[in-house]
């Protein structure tokens, strides 16, 4: 291959898929934000804009117009996991990674967030409350739902699903068992514990480098099971009313390896509350002013901690040179 032109290095990207980023208003600020912070140090780019590969044992990104592009220092991520292909985003992903580029969030979070059953599992190690919940790999989901101890009414849903997608309540096992012949069997489901002091209605904390920074009540329409926005639920601010749910948010980002989290409370009949979901791509409303300074201070520290890294490695080598003596 012959040699490309190449751009210049930059600190901080905003890796988003969909054209336009802006039909997505808290992605839309986060850029306007990062990029009024960074300057020409800041760039927003799409997936399908990038070629990857290795050139005489050396991994390189490129243009498709051919043009070199160094890996940034700090990736900001802004595509939703359950959204992603193994072999499309998420390699572009390790990709960076591998070019010594730091994302957030990172991989592994990304990967763990994307499937309901992978979110349960490091959940429940962590010690934190979840609802009890089946699922299985290649069983037929009409013979799962026929397995003895399974409860009704129970949530089922998709465990790659977002944005309250692919979710419903199975009042009773009968209804459970007539429909399940009928759902997709691309991708399994779980069936989960209903909740009923949370039916439609749940605390959204999103969480940035280990502090709550903004809360919501989410209040579903009607007699809707998922308070989701965008299904036609309503939201009220909330940060502060319920400090033990923060915490325990904030609990569900770290097990999970989340800098910057959405996570999903249900309310119990005694007060107390159960992780219902976390996202890794999480969205914010306008009111919710302490987010996106919040992101700009966790990507400065990533900054800071590359410049200290520059900043030792040649005392480091100049100390490991030998002395002349006289």
Known sequence: MAQSPT?????????????PYGAVGSTASL????????????AVWHTSELLLGVQEGRLFLRTL????????????????????????EVTLLRHLERMGATLINPLEAHLTCRNKVWQLQELALAGLPVPDSLSYT??????VVR???????????SVNGYGGKQVF????????????????????VVLQQYVAPSHGRDLRVVVVDGAPVAAELRTARGDALVSNLHRGGSATLCQGSYPEAEALAVRAAQSLGLTIAGVDLLFSAT??????????VPGWRPGMTA??????????????????????????????????RP
Request: negative net charge; contains cysteine.
């Open 147 to 157: 397995t003895p101890g399974l409860d009704a009414p129970c949530v089922v849903k």
């Open 31 to 42: 850029a306007d934000a990062l990029r009024t912070t960074y300057g020409s140090r800041f």
């Open 271 to 280: 007060g107390e509350h159960t992780v219902c979901e976390v996202n890794a």
């Open 291 to 324: 987010v996106i300074p919040a992101i700009i201070d966790c990507i400065d520290r990533h900054l800071d901690a590359y410049r200290l890294a520059d900043s030792t490695k040649a005392p480091a080598m100049q100390r490991s040179s030998p002395t002349l």
């Open 169 to 188: 309540l199975a009042p009773d096992l009968a209804l459970l068992c007539d429909v399940a012949g009928s759902l997709a069997d691309q991708v399994p």
């Open 138 to 143: 290649t069983s037929p989901l009409d013979g």
């Open 7 to 19: 751009l210049p290095a930059l600190d901080v990207w905003l890796l988003v898929r969909t054209h």
């Open 65 to 88: 117009g051919g043009q070199e592009v160094p890996a940034p220092k700090v990736v900001c991520v802004r595509q939703t996991p359950c959204t992603m292909q193994h072999d499309r």
